[in-house]
């Protein structure tokens, strides 16, 4: 090598220095400074074109003057590609979507900006380096068309592209689960959507896949998502209570809504348990795991504040104890009610002995809260005594709604007047929550009355005082009523006998 060569040589390593240079403030610009991505196209083209005309200046003749329009056309393309990224980031990126509101799709921008790239290099070859881009244009359609044949699934995944820019059935940060793939979209490009899964692993997914599959968005139309949470209560335990527990707890989570308001469900009768369901609503699916975590949390410290017990869900052999055999049964059943007959008005007059011969033919019904005891027009065979709860009596309005008449509480009677008049029921009886009521049969009475002839002009003193304060009834009797009360309760007496066949 000539030495008198060596300053030409190092002349043209300087553009080459300057350009790596270059690169390496790009890249650690581009790290810091997310803005300077849209520059850096033109900012290549540029640096290329600089370093082309000062390289050519130190080649031989005739080098120089052939390669100075490249190096021209390169500055010009690089001018006006700086242009069209100026005028997307500003007419699009500013003026529609940050002033406007407005939301244009990635893939569509991308796509204006390659095909404005690429008229502009069209004009640039044309009117800089005078070459037929006609042909050119031809040539790369015949290559398009062999290219696009070799790579079907690829377009297809480009147009799917498009189309997803354009409908947006799934955008950035919604969750989806794509044919049994769950996870978040953290990208979607012309190619394919990436998926971050709750493990954290990264999913990709070619557009035109997404589009074929059935895919489940759970942020769109509408965040609102329900999260169900199971959990078993032992059977000892009545439903109404387990439930108020359940949504109890339910609503000490704050990122449960209150409205839709939690709601449970009994779903099944387990070998150890009584499953329930309880359905709260968020706004955040994301995080349901972790409501559904805390959710559970706070059922176990309600159930153990309420004394609820969650059993163990195994199945355990038991050698049960010795079951009380019928009449052990139904003498605990008497003593339970024959207290409570005691000291209902109904039955004042009546022996305790006599109660006892004729108790254990009584029933002592469960009711569930809600339950419709009997309802008004019915026909009145029994007597009830609300054993333990609280019942409502209700009527049917003339407008087609509901009256409430009265609210009974523990040891009163109920439908004692259908049963003595052998009229219909005249209202309906609710149970407002969970009860036990004491069923007594006409044929009961049939035998007190028997043993008690006293006992009928005792219910028709009570027929009357409860025919006096029921203005329904007493409109609905008034033509079989005379000017004195104890005509009225003649009357009465009689309807009485001949009610319960006497």
């Given at each position: 090598?000539?030495?008198?060569?060596?300053?030409?040589?190092?002349?043209?390593?300087?553009?080459?220095?300057?350009?790596?240079?270059?690169?390496?403030?790009?890249?650690?610009?581009?790290?810091?400074?997310?803005?300077?991505?849209?520059?850096?196209?033109?900012?290549?083209?540029?640096?290329?074109?600089?370093?082309?005309?000062?390289?050519?200046?130190?080649?031989?003749?005739?080098?120089?003057?052939?390669?100075?329009?490249?190096?021209?056309?390169?500055?010009?393309?690089?001018?006006?590609?700086?242009?069209?990224?100026?005028?997307?980031?500003?007419?699009?990126?500013?003026?529609?979507?940050?002033?406007?509101?407005?939301?244009?799709?990635?893939?569509?921008?991308?796509?204006?900006?390659?095909?404005?790239?690429?008229?502009?290099?069209?004009?640039?070859?044309?009117?800089?380096?005078?070459?037929?881009?006609?042909?050119?244009?031809?040539?790369?359609?015949?290559?398009?068309?062999?290219?696009?044949?070799?790579?079907?699934?690829?377009?297809?995944?480009?147009?799917?592209?498009?189309?997803?820019?354009?409908?947006?059935?799934?955008?950035?940060?919604?969750?989806?689960?794509?044919?049994?793939?769950?996870?978040?979209?953290?990208?979607?490009?012309?190619?394919?959507?990436?998926?971050?899964?709750?493990?954290?692993?990264?999913?990709?997914?070619?557009?035109?896949?997404?589009?074929?599959?059935?895919?489940?968005?759970?942020?769109?139309?509408?965040?609102?998502?329900?999260?169900?949470?199971?959990?078993?209560?032992?059977?000892?335990?009545?439903?109404?209570?387990?439930?108020?527990?359940?949504?109890?707890?339910?609503?000490?989570?704050?990122?449960?809504?209150?409205?839709?308001?939690?709601?449970?469900?009994?779903?099944?009768?387990?070998?150890?348990?009584?499953?329930?369901?309880?359905?709260?609503?968020?706004?955040?699916?994301?995080?349901?795991?972790?409501?559904?975590?805390?959710?559970?949390?706070?059922?176990?410290?309600?159930?153990?504040?309420?004394?609820?017990?969650?059993?163990?869900?195994?199945?355990?052999?038991?050698?049960?104890?010795?079951?009380?055999?019928?009449?052990?049964?139904?003498?605990?059943?008497?003593?339970?009610?024959?207290?409570?007959?005691?000291?209902?008005?109904?039955?004042?007059?009546?022996?305790?002995?006599?109660?006892?011969?004729?108790?254990?033919?009584?029933?002592?019904?469960?009711?569930?809260?809600?339950?419709?005891?009997?309802?008004?027009?019915?026909?009145?065979?029994?007597?009830?005594?609300?054993?333990?709860?609280?019942?409502?009596?209700?009527?049917?309005?003339?407008?087609?709604?509901?009256?409430?008449?009265?609210?009974?509480?523990?040891g009163q009677c109920l439908g004692e007047m259908a049963l003595l008049l052998g009229l219909p029921r005249t209202a309906s009886v609710r149970l407002e929550r969970d009860s036990r009521v004491v069923e007594i049969k006409a044929d009961l009475f049939r035998e007190l009355i028997r043993a008690h002839p006293s006992f009928l002009d005792h219910l028709s003193r009570l027929v009357d005082q409860?025919?006096?304060a029921n203005q329904e009834l007493a409109q609905a009797l008034a033509q079989q009523k005379t000017a004195d009360a104890a005509g009225g309760i003649g009357q009465i007496l009689r309807k009485i006998k001949s009610a319960l066949g006497l």
């Amino acid at each position: 090598m000539d030495l008198q060569q060596l300053p030409g040589y190092l002349t043209m390593a300087l553009p080459l220095l300057a350009y790596a240079a270059f690169l390496v403030v790009m890249h650690v610009g581009q790290r810091r400074l997310g803005a300077l991505a849209a520059l850096k196209v033109p900012l290549h083209l540029a640096a290329l074109g600089l370093l082309l005309r000062v390289g050519a200046a130190n080649l031989p003749t005739p080098w120089p003057a052939r390669l100075l329009p490249y190096s021209e056309a390169l500055i010009i393309f690089a001018g006006v590609v700086l242009i069209i990224r100026a005028v997307d980031a500003i007419g699009v990126g500013y003026l529609l979507a940050r002033l406007q509101k407005r939301h244009v799709p990635h893939i569509l921008r991308q796509g204006a900006i390659l095909l404005a790239d690429f008229i502009a290099a069209l004009i640039v070859l044309r009117q800089y380096l005078n070459l037929d881009v006609t042909s050119l244009v031809a040539t790369s359609a015949v290559v398009s068309f062999v290219v696009g044949l070799a790579s079907q699934d690829l377009l297809g995944s480009v147009l799917a592209g498009l189309v997803i820019g354009v409908e947006r059935p799934i955008a950035h940060g919604n969750w989806v689960n794509v044919n049994g793939m769950e996870g978040r979209v953290v990208d979607v490009t012309w190619r394919r959507t990436r998926i971050e899964t709750r493990d954290g692993d990264f999913i990709l997914l070619p557009n035109n896949v997404v589009m074929k599959d059935t895919v489940t968005n759970y942020t769109l139309p509408s965040p609102l998502h329900r999260v169900r949470v199971e959990v078993g209560a032992h059977y000892r335990h009545p439903p109404n209570q387990v439930k108020a527990a359940m949504i109890a707890a339910a609503r000490q989570c704050p990122e449960v809504l209150a409205e839709p308001a939690p709601s449970v469900f009994l779903e099944s009768f387990g070998d150890s348990s009584i499953n329930y369901r309880l359905n709260a609503w968020t706004m955040d699916y994301g995080r349901q795991e972790a409501i559904r975590d805390e959710v559970n949390c706070l059922i176990w410290y309600q159930f153990q504040r309420e004394g609820i017990e969650i059993p163990f869900p195994i199945r355990t052999l038991v050698a049960p104890p010795p079951e009380p055999s019928a009449h052990e049964q139904r003498q605990d059943q008497i003593e339970r009610i024959v207290p409570l007959l005691l000291d209902s008005e109904v039955f004042q007059g009546v022996s305790a002995p006599d109660l006892l011969a004729v108790a254990d033919r009584m029933n002592l019904l469960t009711f569930g809260a809600g339950e419709m005891l009997f309802n008004e027009g019915d026909h009145g065979d029994s007597l009830y005594l609300l054993a333990q709860g609280r019942a409502q009596v209700i009527k049917r309005t003339p407008e087609g709604g509901q009256a409430l008449l009265a609210t009974l509480e523990e040891g009163q009677c109920l439908g004692e007047m259908a049963l003595l008049l052998g009229l219909p029921r005249t209202a309906s009886v609710r149970l407002e929550r969970d009860s036990r009521v004491v069923e007594i049969k006409a044929d009961l009475f049939r035998e007190l009355i028997r043993a008690h002839p006293s006992f009928l002009d005792h219910l028709s003193r009570l027929v009357d005082q409860r025919q006096r304060a029921n203005q329904e009834l007493a409109q609905a009797l008034a033509q079989q009523k005379t000017a004195d009360a104890a005509g009225g309760i003649g009357q009465i007496l009689r309807k009485i006998k001949s009610a319960l066949g006497l």
